[in-house]
């Protein structure tokens, strides 16, 4: 299953598009409920924020579930550490199973409420930090 074409910056780019960055590392701005701010782009439904990419409209198979196959598109791409950001509410729900599949293949893991997600991965090295979102519930 792929997840989204890729747009060069500065092109328009429909929603579900993956944008690539001048630059070596994109930078989370700033979340809200429902939204989030990716180097002055909001996004309004959920997104994988890599080091020099955004997937915007990340899907998974089970809205507030994660299983290993949501991440297939980009699991070659993932740098050592994946903050998961559970929606304001925490709703989403890591398979334990995936987690420690993401473990295994050396990547450290948080999951957290999507907040204190973004937060975290501001304190973080964006150049080895990746982040995925559920913006809502």
């Known amino acids: 299953m792929r997840l989204a074409r890729v747009f060069r910056y500065g092109q328009p780019h429909p929603p579900g598009a993956v944008r690539s960055y001048p630059r070596s590392v994109a930078r989370i701005e700033d979340y809200e409920f429902g939204q989030v701010v990716v180097d002055g782009e909001v996004h309004r439904r959920d997104v994988i924020v890599l080091p020099g990419r955004v ?38 729900e890591p398979d334990p199973e995936a987690l420690e599949a993401l473990r295994q293949r050396g990547i450290e893991v948080d999951a957290l409420p999507t907040g204190e997600a ?20």
């Open 55 to 92: 997937v915007s409209g990340w899907w998974r198979r089970e809205g507030h579930g994660l299983v290993l196959e949501d991440l297939d598109e980009v699991l070659d791409e993932l740098p050592a550490r994946l903050v998961i950001g559970t929606g304001a509410y925490g709703r989403l």
């Open 118 to 137: 973004v937060r975290l991965f501001g304190e973080l090295d964006p150049a080895r930090t990746a982040a995925a979102l559920h913006l809502t519930c």
